[in-house]
T-cell receptor, first 112, second 113 residues
Framework: QKEVEQNSGPLSVPEGAIASLNCTYS??????FFWYRQYSGKSPELIMF????GDKEDGRFTAQLNKASQYVSLLIRDSQPSDSATYLC????????????FGQGTELSVKP | DAGVIQSPRHEVTEMGQEVTLRCKPI?????LFWYRQTMMRGLELLIY????????DSGMPEDRFSAKMPNASFSTLKIQPSEPRDSAVYFC???????????FGDGTRLSIL
């Protein structure tokens, strides 16, 4: 089992719809969770981070964390073509300092 | 504010040559991370430093790879000798603390012929 798993996609949604990206992780003691957006040929860009169970909202983005079920998700409301990118989930396992384990990423395509 | 600065942006060199990648973290950040990204393996942590001290180098693939952080504003990743399988994009990232959000530089695209 991979430490951090994401559906590779591509996930295709129409413009204006809600895009839902999911991530599961294996280390139950993980404390910190991050979502990065990466455009083709560019570097990962931090979108959201969440430490506690529940929802965290920032503009059109909402991160959801459920530690009991070991999943974290990212919702993008009112999706725009400019949101088309690969979204990387990253998890900080327990007892590993600052080390992040990244999923393989989910490719999102927002169609006009 | 200046972000993480990496150089060079692109490097093409022949197998067997020494390659040195450079990184300047965000001022005030005390954790620095080196990653490698390939299509096959995704984004992998190679090594990270906290307060200039290497903390975890378990991701360094072989002895051909070495990393240093002589001061808080500079780090290098060296490959000697380089091999074609080292071709990848190498990213440097920094953060305010070990579990704080990491901010990435633009990366170095390395091609070993």
């Amino acid at each position: 089992q991979k430490e951090v798993e994401q559906n590779s996609g591509p996930l295709s949604v129409p413009e204006g719809a809600i895009a839902s990206l999911n991530c599961t992780y294996s280390d139950r003691g993980s404390q910190s969770f991050f979502w990065y957006r990466q455009y083709s040929g560019k570097s990962p860009e931090l979108i959201m981070f969440i430490y506690s169970n529940g929802d965290k909202e920032d503009g059109r983005f909402t991160a959801q964390l459920n530690k009991a079920s070991q999943y974290v998700s990212l919702l993008i409301r009112d999706s725009q073509p400019s949101d088309s990118a690969t979204y990387l989930c990253a998890v900080n396992p327990a007892g590993q300092g600052g080390k992040l384990i990244f999923g393989q990423g989910t490719e999102l395509s927002v169609k006009p | 504010d200046a972000g993480v600065i990496q150089s060079p942006r692109h490097e093409v060199t022949e197998m067997g040559q020494e390659v040195t990648l450079r990184c300047k973290p965000i001022s005030g950040h005390n954790s620095l991370f080196w990653y490698r990204q390939t299509m096959m393996r995704g984004l992998e942590l190679l090594i990270y430093f906290n307060n200039n001290v290497p903390i975890d180098d378990s991701g360094m693939p072989e002895d051909r790879f070495s990393a240093k952080m002589p001061n808080a504003s500079f780090s290098t990743l060296k490959i000697q000798p380089s091999e074609p399988r080292d071709s990848a994009v190498y990213f440097c990232a920094s953060s305010l603390g070990r579990s704080q959000p990491q901010h990435f530089g633009d990366g170095t695209r390395l091609s070993i012929l």
